[in-house]
């Protein structure tokens, strides 16, 4: 089991999985004039799906931080898929950082929760007791490309575009709301990691 972390994205995706023409086309609009509200929209469900399921859609450089090296033989990545693991570094006992070699360690990414794991023969090293301790800089989605993620997450992200395009209040009053089924939920469900 991982120890509590932090995790935060120090670059960004390039593209979005679902390109801006892709999205107009998915809200019926023809002209520029709405592109930065769409655009905005696209963002948002992509912050929205990965957020949902734990998962980077298109290929992104994280940190994830750890108080301590775990007390079993591997830590699992704070997020999936992940791609390489860059760097492990960590402030050893003395105050000063420290890389420690990826001779050490592997990234085990055939999981349902990718994971780093020891090499063989190896041990975590002693790092000083403090809040994050360990920092793990890892690259991880499914690819660079707007098709590179799963078409089922794509088109959940376009049900919630053209949602919030038709419906740009957070409430709606005067009419009935149901929710399709096979809609959002059910789209993302199988892509969901359960993290401990």
Not at 141 to 153: K, L, M, Q, R, V
Request: hydrophobic share 40%; charged share 15%; net charge negative.
């Amino acid at each position: 089991m991982t120890p509590d972390y932090g995790f935060r994205i120090t670059v960004p995706p390039a593209t979005e999985p679902v390109p801006l023409a892709e999205a107009k086309a998915q809200c019926r609009v023809a002209l520029p004039d709405e592109d930065a509200l769409i655009a905005g929209y696209v963002l948002a469900a992509r912050k929205f799906v990965e957020q949902h399921t734990g998962l980077l859609l298109l290929t992104q450089t994280c940190e994830m931080t750890l108080d301590a090296f775990p007390t079993n033989d591997y830590f699992e990545m704070a997020r999936a898929p992940v791609q390489s693991v860059s760097s492990v570094t960590y402030v050893d006992t003395n105050g000063s950082p420290q890389t420690w070699p990826s001779a050490n360690y592997v990234s085990d990414a055939f999981r349902g929760r990718p994971a780093v794991r020891l090499a063989y023969n190896a041990s975590w090293p002693i790092a000083r007791t403090q809040a994050n301790a360990v920092t793990v800089t890892f690259v991880a989605g499914y690819g660079s490309n707007p098709g590179d993620a799963p078409e089922p997450i794509r088109q959940a992200m376009l049900l919630l575009i053209g949602h919030w395009y038709e419906h740009r209040e957070a409430v709606n009053v005067g009419s009935t709301v149901n929710e399709f089924p096979l809609a959002v939920d059910s789209l993302l469900a199988t892509y969901r990691v359960n993290w401990l």
